[in-house]
Nanobody
Framework: VQLQASGGGLVQPGGSLRLSCAPS????????IGWFRQAPGKEREGVSC????????YYADSVKGRFTVSRDNAKNTLYLQMNSLKPEDTAVYYC??????????????????WGKGTQVTVSS
């Protein structure tokens, strides 16, 4: 089973994109819950997570108020609605089935299986 993120592309500053993430193959026990990103030359960072148990959402400070994470449990699909995009949002975005929350912010600690990411480029 591999997670596949999609929906990336080239967008102008201030624009919007909606990312999707779904597992391929047998998926009954494989539920994506978190979004992460890695910009060129930088460490991977947490963007947003939605907890399976209670649906609580968590965001990195840099995306609060602009990004919204959601899930469609029937489709086992994770989404990330990204509005008011900035050039600093440019990165490869990945999804994962785990998320560590510390101080209300998401982190990628202990995640090893990343699957296929999707490129988001914000540029005029």
């Amino acid at each position: 089973v591999q997670l596949q993120a999609s929906g990336g592309g080239l967008v102008q500053p201030g624009g919007s994109l909606r990312l999707s993430c779904a597992p391929s193959g047998l998926t009954s026990d494989y539920h994506p819950i978190g979004w992460f990103r890695q910009a060129p030359g930088k460490e991977r960072e947490g963007v947003s997570c939605i907890m399976s148990v209670d649906g609580k959402t968590y965001y990195a400070d840099s995306v609060k108020g602009r990004f919204t994470v959601s899930r469609d449990n029937a489709k086992n699909t994770l989404y990330l609605q990204m509005n008011s995009l900035k050039p600093e949002d440019t990165a490869v975005y990945y999804c994962a089935t785990a998320c560590t929350v510390i101080g209300g912010s998401p982190f990628d600690y202990g995640i090893h299986d990343w699957g296929k990411g999707t490129q988001v480029t914000v540029s005029s």
